[in-house]
């Protein structure tokens, strides 16, 4: 029996440092696997805060282009308004001159009735 043990006990500590290599490798393994999982993490988190950053730059630009758009439609709107009123002055100006014309027409066949109408001077 005792040629037998120690050839046993040789195999069975050479098995252990065989299984002790193996479980450090292992537990290596693990610990890469962890540090680049946590590498990615905190990639993937910076990249989040630069998104939500830049998402609130966005949001800003947009709000400032909205109020600037309103405030260009509301000078439009001014301009809109300007322009019909003076329209409508312009129309009221020709029917106030188609009536003085009418006028000037009307003194003029009464003065004299006979006389052979003017002709007026060829507009500009």
Known sequence: M?????????????????LAVSAN???MQIHDQLKKE???????????????QELKIIK??????????????????KRDTEKNAMKKQLDSLNEQNQVLL??????????DPKAPEPKEPAAN
């Open 2 to 18: 005792k040629k037998m043990s120690l050839p046993v006990a040789v195999f069975v500590a050479i098995l252990g440092c065989v």
């Open 25 to 27: 490798v292992t537990t």
């Open 38 to 52: 946590r590498l990615r993490r905190f990639q993937a988190e910076n990249t989040m805060q630069k998104m939500a």
């Open 60 to 77: 800003s630009q947009a709000n400032q282009y909205n109020q600037d758009l309103a405030s260009i439609q509301e000078i439009l709107g």
């Open 102 to 111: 009418d006028q000037l027409d009307n003194l003029k066949k009464l003065r």
